[in-house]
């Protein structure tokens, strides 16, 4: 017979706590003890080893599912496009939608985009890289990543605050504080839909090579009888998630890295000067900052891991950032963007439910990062920064900078010339980048 409950000596974690940190002395500390410890809502695991077994484990599926529910949401708006999630679905109606909703997520298509997301990395730079300071959030992170998902699906850009304003509260429904803010995440979700359901029409008139026209020819018949292809309502419950998630998780993520770098000054540098390291800076900051600060899953059968009697339903939360800083595994706390031979992070989760988009994210965030290295130097906090808490997804929510204005003469007349616009040469790194010196090393000169 299972034994119900785990060691009831092993450290306790109020998790639904909004003071509750992941990054916490207390985090440590039963790492540094043990494997695993208690928490409000079941098991968090928290060493490299068993992260990377466990999220893999057959005796579990995905456990984001209960979210809701752990907090008395179990009907309505929202609970109806939470369950809706691919990456809540489980066996032959996961892998059904993963393979139709793949091909709109392709390489091809993100590099068919990547030059144009470095021009909008530039170009929101420009806008305050003059002044030597920034809010970076309201700034940068906040406008890249809605005018990126704009981009993606042929939003006209200029409606990015719109983008932001209402991703920004679907987002709240990540944190520990949904019950709270329901209301608000309900109205952002309809806002949404409207987004969704007048690109999909638009695609249905007049198809691209993009995305959404992707998505939209693998849709089923209108009564969605086929089973072929995705169904109306899946159809638009996919771009509402796709709009939302890809927002939150780059605004985030970005704000983590540049708090990252803030406090890394030499890694910055290095950035700045090797352009090549954008995509290893992506994943060092992923290991040890990730705005995913968690993976759940959910106990399927009782089952004995490692020692520990694990009863069915059971809801365990994979600690992201402590697998990824645990010494014995991941090597170590020590952010070094050179690094090599670093086991994979969890930022975009594992095993089959291993994100989607995440070659999207992965490119956007790499392009941004590599232009802001260039052209920022030596940034340094400039004021409080203001966060959410630091469990479920987090981020800042501002983050006030100032930084040495780093823009070589001519940069904006290279700019308007475009891939031809420097010496001749046509490469991306070239026509992205706007450190001069980066340039004049990538030259020869």
């Not at 540094?32 to 080893?49: F, I, K, P, Q």
């Not at 992260?51 to 579990?60: C, D, Q």
């Not at 429904?173 to 709270?180: D, H, K, W």
């Not at 998505?215 to 996919?238: I, N, P, Y």
Request: charged residues 20%.
């Amino acid at each position: 017979m299972i034994i119900p409950t785990p060691d009831a000596t092993a450290p306790f974690f109020d998790v639904a706590d909004p003071a509750f940190s992941v990054t916490s002395a207390e985090v440590r500390r039963a790492r540094e003890a043990g494997w695993y410890a208690r928490t409000s809502y079941g098991l968090a695991v928290l060493r490299y080893d068993q992260v990377s077994r466990l999220i893999r484990h057959p005796a579990l599926r995905q456990g984001s599912r209960l979210w809701p529910a752990h907090h008395g949401i179990t009907s309505g708006p929202f609970a109806d496009w939470w369950a809706s999630w691919v990456l809540n679905l489980e066996g032959e109606a996961h892998h059904r939608m993963r393979r139709l909703l793949s091909p709109a997520f392709s390489r091809r298509i993100v590099e068919t985009l990547r030059p144009r997301f470095g021009d909008l990395a530039g170009e929101l730079a420009d806008s305050f890289a003059g002044t030597g300071r920034c809010e970076f959030m309201a700034d940068f992170a906040e406008p890249y990543a809605a005018r990126v998902i704009a981009i993606m699906l042929g939003i006209a850009e200029e409606e990015w605050p719109t983008i932001a304003a209402e991703s920004a509260t679907v987002g709240l429904a990540m944190g520990v504080r949904i019950r709270e803010h329901l209301p608000r995440i309900e109205a952002a979700l309809a806002a949404l839909y409207d987004y969704a359901d007048a690109v999909i029409a638009a695609r249905q008139r007049d198809p691209r090579d993009d995305l959404v026209t992707s998505l939209v020819k693998s849709q089923a018949d209108e009564d969605g009888l086929t089973g072929a292809g995705l169904t109306g309502a899946e159809l638009r419950d996919a771009l509402v998630l796709l709009i939302f998630g890809g927002f939150d998780t780059t605004r985030n993520q970005l704000g983590l890295a540049m708090q990252v770098f803030l406090e890394h000054a030499g890694q910055w540098r290095l950035l700045g000067e090797r352009p090549e390291l954008g995509a290893a800076a992506v994943e060092e900051v992923m290991r040890i900052r990730p705005t995913t600060t968690w993976v759940t899953r959910e106990a399927l059968a009782d089952f004995t891991f490692d020692g520990l009697d694990i009863r069915a339903g059971t809801t365990v939360h994979l600690f992201c950032e402590s697998a990824g800083t645990d010494t014995a595994q991941a090597g170590g706390k020590e952010f070094d963007i050179t690094a090599t031979g670093r086991p994979p992070h969890f930022g975009f989760g594992g095993g089959i439910h291993y994100c989607l988009g995440h070659y999207v994210a992965r490119t956007d965030m790499a392009t941004a990062l590599t232009v802001l290295a260039g052209r920022l130097g030596d940034p340094r906090p400039a004021g409080e920064a203001a966060w959410l808490p630091d469990s479920g997804n987090t981020g800042p929510v501002r983050l006030p900078i100032s930084f040495t204005a780093d823009q070589p003469t001519g940069f904006t007349e290279m700019n308007g010339r475009g891939a031809e616009g420097y010496s001749g040469c046509s490469c991306h790194l070239c026509r992205l980048l706007a450190c001069c010196r980066t340039r004049r090393r990538h030259l020869g000169m």
